[in-house]
Structure formats: structure tokens, C-alpha cells
């Protein structure tokens, strides 16, 4: 069974700066997607960005970015350019391409905190 | 676009009360739905998913049970409730690749 780990349960950065989350899984698969939810205050799970495994460019959306390591197992995520508004649970999530009915896979969560 | 709504947002529940709560996903058809609980602070716990009407999957034995009764129509239910089953319950659609969240039920058993 696939397993997705969160080393940092908090982390904190000062507004306008740079702070990477990261996440690590285990897989024997070969063809997958990768995900990074953002959940704030109101608990609104909201998608962040996704990666596909055969991809090797890594996905940006605007101040997001990852960097998608596949033979290291590690997917982290960046945020620039820090705002207040990012402040919220972080979760990295893990889904099989084999079988598009089945589960997700979700880590445990980094609460990141922004500092004005 | 598609919506997915869930009701009721906040419940207060005695013990040993039954529960329905209830998921709907509109424009789309023949969804992925997931049902989720997350205690406080803590990660996703999947309870349920389904790949079509009547078709329900369960990955935790517990007080909790789902239906699907119409296409984009995913409910759940308990008989009698715990204290244990109180938290915060999130449904999910998934169209090929990511999901998408509803923005969930408080539930607190008293």
C-alpha cells in the first residue's frame, strides 16, 4: 500500500518570503499523480497544484511550485512571495493512475503559519 | 461548472441520536464520491467511496454507513450515534485525476 509522509507538522515564514513544504511517499508504481491540498481556517479543503509522474517538468501555478524528485520519492511544494493568506494546513496527496475509482492517499498535514 | 454541495454545515447531535448527512454534485455525471471525517487538527480519514449508484465501498469497519441513491447524490448515515463520531466530514468528487472538496459538516456529539 502506497503511504505519504509529512515530516513537518508546522512550519512558519515571514510575509514576502519563501518557505518549502515537504512530502514524501512510497510507491511501487510507475504512473501516478501527485497532489498539494491547502485547507485554511474555514476547512475548505482547496486543490493547490498537481504533478503527473511522467511528467519531469515541474508544476507551477502562479507563487506555487514543486519540485518533483521521482526516483528519490519526494515531492515538495514552494510558495514565494509569502502571503498572510497562505496561511493554513498543507496536505500531500497521492493517487494511483491504474485504477480512477479508487482511493487518494493523503499525508498528515503541515500547519504553516505566516508571520506579518 | 461543477458544485459540490454539502448539508448541513454545523450539527449537534446527542448520543445515540441517527444521522443523515447528505452530498450532491451538480454538472456532472457518473462521479467519483468519497466521504471523509478529519478530527481536529489531524489529517483525512476515508470512510466511503463509490464509482456509481449503489456501488459503495467501505475502508473503515465503524458505527457509520453510506448510500448513493441517485447519480450525484452520496449520503451518510449512523443508526446511533457515538461520541467517537463527532468531527468534521468532508465529501469529495473526483472527475479523472484530482478531487474536489465540499465544504464539509461540523458534526459534535453531545
Known amino acids: 500500500a502506497q503511504t505519504v509522509t509529512q515530516s513537518q507538522p508546522e512550519m512558519s515564514v515571514q510575509e514576502a518570503e519563501t518557505v518549502t513544504l515537504s512530502c514524501t511517499y512510497d510507491t511501487s508504481e510507475s504512473d501516478y499523480y501527485l497532489f498539494w491540498y491547502k485547507q485554511p481556517p474555514s476547512r475548505q479543503m482547496i486543490l493547490v497544484i498537481r504533478q503527473e509522474a511522467y511528467k519531469q517538468q515541474n508544476a507551477t501555478e502562479n507563487r506555487f511550485s514543486v519540485n518533483f524528485q521521482k526516483a528519490a520519492k519526494s515531492f515538495s511544494l514552494k510558495i514565494s512571495d509569502s502571503q498572510l493568506g497562505d496561511a493554513a494546513m498543507y496536505f500531500c496527496?497521492?493517487?494511483?493512475?491504474?485504477?480512477?475509482?479508487?482511493?487518494?492517499?493523503f499525508g498528515p498535514g503541515t500547519r504553516l503559519s505566516v508571520l506579518p | 461548472s461543477q458544485t459540490i454541495h454539502q448539508w448541513p454545515a454545523t450539527l449537534v447531535q446527542p448520543v445515540g441520536s441517527p444521522l443523515s448527512l447528505e452530498c450532491t454534485v451538480e454538472?456532472?455525471?457518473?462521479?467519483?464520491l468519497y466521504w471523509y471525517r478529519q478530527a481536529a487538527g489531524r489529517g483525512l480519514q476515508l470512510l466511503f467511496y463509490s464509482v456509481g449508484i449503489g456501488q459503495i465501498s467501505s475502508e473503515v469497519p465503524q458505527n457509520l454507513s453510506a448510500s448513493r441513491p441517485q447519480d450525484r447524490q452520496f449520503i451518510l448515515s449512523s443508526k446511533k450515534l457515538l461520541l467517537s463520531d463527532s468531527g468534521f466530514y468532508l465529501c469529495?468528487?473526483?472527475?479523472?485525476?484530482?478531487?474536489?472538496f465540499g465544504p464539509g459538516t461540523r458534526l459534535t456529539v453531545t
Open positions: 454538472g456532472t455525471s457518473n462521479p467519483n
Open positions: 469529495a468528487w473526483s472527475p479523472i485525476y484530482e478531487q474536489y
Open positions: 496527496a497521492y493517487r494511483s493512475a491504474n485504477n480512477y475509482g479508487q482511493n487518494f492517499v
